[in-house]
């Protein structure tokens, strides 16, 4: 069972040598072959090169990609798509003049969205979000982590959890679970912030180990939120239970959020929309891979991460979607990718590296998708006829994914 792709204008993202992720200067490179093929065995890349050395056998499938390119599909590192209902009644409350922060403190936002959970069986859950998961694989996601916290009790945040974990079972792509219980304050314990963070690790914690729900551990460290104190808590509490860092930090206010997260050894640091120097400096030479979500703040009207500042300054970047029902409704990483274009002055390569390979370091799954790469899994965009790759990014709004493939299967 083989299948051959052959007359492919241009090969993205072909990584012979393995790499974790890419920083700095390299983040500019985009390794490409013109003309090639690619040969698909048993759900993995079995071979690439050049049209010239293309292999003679029979194949069970040959695909002509005849003027389209293949790319590896997209490593989302950062959503929330298991959530109940939406929130665009606040969408209005927010063109009509007030903040996201105002809404909040109203009771809306995160609280809302707890408050439709809650009331919302574990089996209507599922059937919502995986039609949200259903079309982001279409857009070219191949690989995606998904967040609970929109639970805020133990039996929520559980059920949360059991819903990521069916949808790891029954759909193709590769899935992480990152337990977020420390996403807000719920009401009852407006008052009682530490109980609650005793309840979750006392409570959640142990239930999360023994029915192995999640691989990471995330908090909002944010001004209202969590403090940086909050977070070295859950952090340390987490890592006894085999939960790695990777959280949100610097969405509104920097208060020492990177610096915990790099402390701990954090897989990602999340948001950045505001950073210091300092916190820049932080992050060099690290394993903490950075990243960004810039339909974030197109859709809530903050600033961008500092995309040039911190590639210049040499670091890596990771872009992802951060789809969830309040600050970004849309899983889209073809806008991602052409927003950080377009507003974080990225080029085209350093966009496409940043939501593949190193979206992919940033969920611990680079060993298996985010470049064309020999034994990798065949998670593959085919596009449309382009011109070049750059038309990916230019065109936003524009889908150029003609075809997805999942372990070498059209989707
Ligand atoms: N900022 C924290 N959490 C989400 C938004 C949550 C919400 O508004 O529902 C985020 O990453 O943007
Ligand atoms: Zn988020």
């Known amino acids: 069972m083989a299948t051959l792709f052959k007359n492919i204008k241009e090969l993205i993202q072909v990584r012979k040598e393995s790499i974790s992720f890419v920083s700095g200067k390299d983040m500019n490179q985009l390794p490409t072959i013109k003309n090639a093929f690619l040969v698909v065995e048993n759900g993995l890349i079995a071979d690439y090169g050049a049209m010239n050395d293309c292999p003679k056998n029979d194949f069970s499938e040959v695909i002509d990609a005849t003027g389209k390119m ?36 109203r009771g809306g936002g995160i609280l809302n969205s ?7 069986s574990e089996e209507n859950l599922y059937e919502q979000s995986k039609v949200r998961l259903e079309e982001v694989m279409q857009l070219g996601t191949g690989a995606v982590e998904i967040k609970s916290g929109y639970g805020l009790t133990v039996d929520a945040e559980l059920k949360m959890l059991r819903v990521i974990k069916r949808l790891k079972e029954n759909y193709p792509i590769e899935i992480k679970a990152t337990f977020l219980g420390a996403h807000a304050i719920p009401e009852a314990y407006k008052e009682l912030k530490n109980d609650y963070l005793q309840l979750l690790i006392n409570e959640a914690l142990p239930k ?75 992050l060099k030479n690290t394993k903490t891979m950075p990243v960004a979500l810039p339909s974030c703040s197109y859709f809530l009207s903050i600033p961008y991460a500092p995309a040039r500042k911190m590639i210049d300054a040499g670091l890596p970047l990771a872009l992802a979607t951060d789809y969830n029902p309040g600050s970004t409704p849309s899983g889209n990483m073809n806008f991602v990718v052409s927003t950080a274009c377009i507003k974080m002055k990225m080029t085209p390569e350093e966009a496409i590296n940043a939501a593949t390979i190193n979206g992919a370091y940033a969920m611990g799954l680079e060993n298996k998708v985010g470049s064309i790469s020999k034994g990798k899994r065949a998670n593959l965009m085919l596009t449309k006829p382009i011109n070049s790759y750059g038309v990916i990014p230019y065109s936003f709004g524009t889908n150029q994914i003609e075809s997805v493939f999942i372990n070498g299967v059209k989707i």
């Open 70 to 105: 293949i790319l590896p599909t997209w490593c989302d590192s950062h959503t929330h798509i298991v959530y109940a209902g939406n929130r665009e009644g606040e969408f209005i409350d927010r063109i009509k003049g007030l903040t996201y922060e105002e809404i909040a403190n």
């Open 114 to 120: 707890a408050k439709k959970l809650q009331e919302t």
């Open 208 to 282: 999360i180990k023994n029915e192995n729900l999640a691989e990471y551990i995330d908090i909002f460290c944010e001004t209202g939120y969590f403090s940086v104190e909050d977070t070295q808590l859950m952090l340390e509490a987490g890592k006894q239970y085999g939960l790695i860092p990777k959280i949100h930090v610097n969405q509104f206010t920097t208060i020492g959020g990177v610096q915990v997260g790099v402390k701990h050894h954090a897989l990602s640091v999340d948001h950045l929309e505001e950073m210091s120097d300092e916190d820049i400096n932080t």
